[in-house]
């Protein structure tokens, strides 16, 4: 059954961003598809969230301070970015910095100066500058997260935590066949834009040597170890000195003096009787991966790669074109985007189960958003442990290949993890930094329901809010029963508010929050 | 809640209609639902009920001051170059001579070890590691994870030992790790689940709030992962999850209640190997099926003032094993028992400047049990010039070294009795460890 339009944008503002509200499904049902698409594209009309004051203030402690509670950093980071998740008018942006970060996995473990990290996470939202080392809202001519692929391989090349990371700080000239450390230019090319093989014809996009060349010519690309009025090394440096000027014999062509030949080459690379580019289906199949479907057919992976090729007539290399290509309705690739086999087949990650949560939970009808996740010692600490138990640690991917997604997030282990961080979330009060209940079920127009206990109700209205469809006969049949259930030893005032913090455990444990 | 099998649930429930595209693992159970017990556990491809126990020693463990050189030019080589770390002569625990003569011994922390290893029960396997030496820890550990030199494979070398011979297993247990909430490597498989108990096998639980209202939450939980909606692939294996987790939990923590501890059998509260041991113990004597358990002791990253804590680890670890294996006995499991230790590099053999030693290359390992052939294998490295990496100071991989692999092919051909060359992609020279 092909979906209505209403479950098409419930689809799209679960894939596009982390989930919507009911109130803003019907906003958004009333703007029509189309005006959400765009809205969704064209999200630099909206503000963005600003940067976490005690995240910022943190930049500017001496090392030795810093590394004493880095790991609180990191804490706080990671609350800021999933509160931004959750809170943003921008949601494509913040999925998009989710994807580069999943992409161009970078972990803190692999870091020196752990700072780094949040400037790279500023440097995939368009915010940092690397030739100055400057936090800029926005900065001018960074490409991140949806402009000039070609621009982002260059800004990425320049990213102070990819330099030390991948070592590429220790490339220096070496001879004609190679830099000193080719770490940084094998990964350029295997995960960062092409692949190994060509997605679609499966055949290899680049021999050992093309990336022993690309090493030669990232020599000296590396970040300055003081600059004025920093604390930590942030500043990128093309250090003329350790440079091999070329020229280099890469991916069939000869010449060059820079990098510039390295990335101009790779989007451009095509493998023989090929139409599209190896990079254009590389990051079509990861985009539709990650927003659509696994395993997407080779003529939607093609039709990405022509828009990210310009093939017709478009700005060549831009994201935002492709992921347009994406959402909007009347083309081969949005069609699959919006089809049935789209449709909730996407399992969260950690992050996303996380943020959905939050989103949907805080929500304040008055205000028409979230509150957004609390930066109060609990909840940080029970979220950093819970995501650690569900898999994921955003800045901590567990390698530069980063997290294996789909099924590869579902295990016993994490079925736990997410049952019990639901639990443990919907444990606190209030006042601790939990969800504010009372005013969601004043909101929500639910008191009577519940002391006339009118079971049915409250099951439909969650099933609404968390799943975004009707129970089926047997889960509504299964959580009404529940309800029903008298805990033992429960004192009367309280048994009602455990009752329907149990509910929402049970819903966000479902099958159906799992998914998107 | 009711001691009853997801598999009876999802008989109950009327879980019929196979969806194409389930995993294999969700097929088998499905047609297993179906079709009574044509398949039943015992279908296991591996023939044997044997048990293998991992140790991992994280970080690097210092072989050099574990298994120390008594006689010959690594003796005098060894306190020359360890001003400060080389252990006492006469604190070293004599062991014996390795075949190219040379005399070692144990570290004196090792006591407990060097009493199993007199009754037969201890393989001390030196030099070990692979050509071409790794000495970062994530990549080093991941060759030895994988049995892949290049590092890339994605799952490991039991994992694929799972896969290969429980291909239709019903057991959620198969494999239990306890070493923290990530799965190691080493288990990841395509098929088989494993699950990451962490460290405490009483936490592993599903958490309610209130604990009273435990059995109305589970009996909802199971009834919405029962029911089928539709036919619809990924709903339906989150559900196979969820019920596999429900039964694993359940069979966990019921059979962990029926471990009774030996008062003689003291495992020290201070000693988190021990610790991890005892609950290996618990899994084991609720005889559940399953068959490897995984266990990690960190540490051993000692760059820096090396000898305190490197001592405590070796006690600990020595300990640890000899208590555990006492409560094999006692239970009388210690006949199909294998344990066995790694670490991703041994240490250089010149001590640094800071009372420490710095990644390396090579170092022994050990294989402990009653149906290990207790001894001395391989030669314990030479620690001449010409024999150590150039500028690197640490023990080049050479003919007289043993290949990890040569390990786990052992392992899995005589203690699994499964081809070893398809997992670890190739053919490795067997050890005589075992007698089996």
């Known amino acids: ?516 | 809640m009711n001691k009853t099998t997801r598999r009876e649930f999802i008989k109950r429930s009327g879980m019929t209609v196979l969806s194409v595209g389930l995993s294999q693992q969700a097929f088998w159970r499905h047609v297993r639902a179906a079709s009574e017990s044509v398949l039943t556990r015992a279908a296991a491809l591996s023939p044997t009920d044997r048990i293998l126990v991992v140790i991992q020693m994280d970080g690097g463990n210092d072989g050099l001051n574990t298994v120390i050189p008594l006689s010959g030019s690594a003796a005098s080589l060894y306190r020359q170059y360890r001003p400060t770390l080389a252990i006492p002569e006469a604190n070293i625990l004599p062991l014996g001579e390795d075949a190219a003569g040379t005399l070692i011994g144990f570290h004196p922390n090792l006591l407990p070890l060097q009493r199993l290893y007199e009754q037969g029960h201890v393989a001390v396997v030196q030099s070990v590691g692979y050509p071409n030496p790794n000495r970062s820890h994530f990549a080093s550990q991941d060759i030895w994870h994988t049995a892949d030199p290049e590092g890339r494979k994605r799952t490991g070398w039991l994992g694929d030992y799972l896969d290969v011979a429980f291909p239709s297993s019903d057991n959620p247990l198969l494999a239990v790790s306890l070493a923290g909430t990530r799965l190691p490597l080493t288990l990841r498989a395509e098929h088989v689940l494993v699950p990451a108990i962490g460290s405490v096998v009483a936490n592993y639980q599903f958490r309610t709030q209130p604990p009273s209202d435990h059995q109305n939450k589970m009996r909802a939980f199971l009834a919405l992962n029962r029911e089928t909606a539709s036919e619809h692939r990924l709903r339906e294996q989150i559900q196979l999850v969820a019920l596999d987790a429900v039964e694993s939990v359940e069979m966990l923590q019921s059979g962990i209640q029926r471990y009774t501890s030996d008062p003689t059998i003291v495992y020290n509260t201070q000693n988190r190997l021990a610790q991890a041991l005892q609950q290996v113990a618990q899994i084991l004597a609720a005889r559940l099926g399953t068959r490897i358990l995984y266990v990690s002791l960190g540490g051993f990253d000692t760059h820096q003032s090396q000898a305190t804590p490197h001592e405590r680890l070796l006690a600990y670890l020595s300990e640890a094993i000899a208590t555990f294996y006492a409560d094999l006995v006692r239970l009388g499991l210690d006949d199909r028992v294998l344990l066995m230790t790694w670490s991703e590099f041994g240490r250089k053999v010149v001590e640094n400047g800071n009372q420490g030693t710095d990644h390396g290359t090579v170092s022994p390992q050990f294989l402990i049990g009653t149906r290990v052939k207790g001894g001395i294998v391989g030669e314990h490295p030479s620690l001449r010039a010409e024999d150590l990496n150039p500028g690197l100071g640490d023990p080049k991989f050479s003919v007289r070294s043993i290949d990890f692999r040569s390990i786990y092919a052992t392992i899995l051909e005589k203690w699994f009795l499964v081809d070893s060359r398809e997992i670890l992609g190739g053919a490795f020279e067997l050890l005589d460890v075992l007698q089996v």
């Open chain 1, 1 to 516: 059954m092909p979906l209505d339009e209403y479950d098409k944008i419930a689809h799209l503002l679960r894939r596009a961003g982390f989930t919507a509200h009911p109130d803003e499904l019907d906003a958004a049902a009333a703007r029509g598809l189309q005006a959400t698409v765009e809205e969704l594209l064209n999200f630099e009309r909206f503000p963005d969230v600003p940067p976490d004051p005690e995240v910022l203030a943190a930049l500017d402690l001496p090392q030795s301070d810093f590394d004493r509670n880095r790991g609180d950093f990191l804490n706080k980071l990671t609350r800021w970015w999933l509160h931004v998740m959750a809170t943003t008018p921008r949601p494509l942006q913040e999925k998009m910095v989710l994807f580069w970060h999943g992409l161009f996995a970078t972990s803190v473990a692999g870091l020196e100066f752990w700072q780094q990290i949040y400037l790279q996470n500023e440097n995939f939202r368009g915010n940092f500058d690397p030739d100055t080392g400057q936090l800029l809202r926005p900065a001018p001519g960074n490409p991140f997260p949806v402009g000039n692929f070609r621009r982002m391989l260059e800004y990425l090349s320049k990213d102070p935590a990819m330099l030390y990371w991948l070592d590429n700080q220790f490339n220096v000239k070496k001879n004609s066949e190679v830099g000193s450390n080719e770490n940084y230019a094998r990964e350029l090319h295997e995960l960062f834009s092409m692949g190994v093989e060509d997605v679609v014809a499966k055949v290899p996009n680049y021999t050992e040597r093309d990336i022993r060349q690309a090493s030669r010519a990232l020599t000296g690309w590396r970040v300055l170890p003081r600059a004025a009025g920093f604390t930590f090394p942030r500043v990128f440096s093309f250090d003329a000195t350790r440079h091999d000027f070329g020229p280099y014999e890469h991916l069939g062509k000869r010449g060059g003096n820079n990098a510039d030949f390295i990335f101009d080459n790779i989007v451009r690379h095509r493998n023989p009787g090929q139409k599209q580019s190896a990079v254009g289906r590389f990051l079509g199949y990861r985009l539709f991966k990650f927003f659509g479907y696994e395993d997407p057919e080779p003529e939607i992976i093609n039709a990405l790669a022509d828009v990210f090729d310009g093939a017709n007539g478009e700005e060549p290399f831009n994201i935002r074109n492709m992921l347009r290509t994406i959402f909007t309705p009347g083309n081969l690739v949005s069609e699959a985007f919006y089809s049935e086999r789209a449709f909730r087949a996407h399992v969260k990650s950690p992050t996303e189960y996380v943020v959905s949560l939050v989103r949907l939970l805080t929500f304040d009808r008055a205000t028409g958003r979230p509150d957004g996740l609390s930066p109060s010692p609990n909840v940080r600490r029970l979220v950093q442990n819970g995501m650690l138990q569900m898999g994921q640690q955003l800045f901590m991917p567990p390698d530069v290949s980063g997290w294996r997604e789909g099924l590869a997030w579902i295990s016993t282990t994490s079925i736990l993890a997410r049952f019990n961080f639901a639990n443990d979330i919907l444990a606190l009060q209030v006042t601790q930094g939990g969800i504010d209940l009372t005013r969601l079920l004043v909101q929500a127009g639910l008191q009577d329901a519940l002391s006339q206990q009118r079971y049915g109700e409250v099951v439909d209205f969650f099933a609404r809010l968390l799943w975004q469809s009707p129970p089926s006969a047997d889960a509504r049949e299964a959580l009404i029963a529940y309800l029903q259930a008298p805990i033992p030893n429960a004192s009367s005032s309280t048994v009602g508010d455990l009752k329907i913090r149990g509910l929402i455990h049970l819903m966000l444990a479902a099958p159906d929050f799992h998914l998107s």
